[in-house]
């Protein structure tokens, strides 16, 4: 079994109420951005209007 490094036990417990809200914040952000990027694609297609060439047969 291995033996445990406390020095890294002891870096993590100490770092971890930093690392934690700032993933969350990071996470809730790019969240976000992905959802008001789907949103603006999906309205740029609802409105934009494609146009039809006209072939001979509809003259």
Do not use: H
């Amino acid at each position: 079994m291995r033996k445990p490094n406390f020095y890294m036990v002891f870096q993590w417990l100490m770092f971890l109420p930093v690392i934690l809200p700032l993933c969350i914040i990071f996470g809730a952000l790019q969240g976000m951005f992905n959802t008001v990027g789907q949103m603006a694609y999906q309205m740029w297609e609802d409105i934009s209007v494609v146009e039809q060439s006209i072939g001979t047969t509809e003259l």
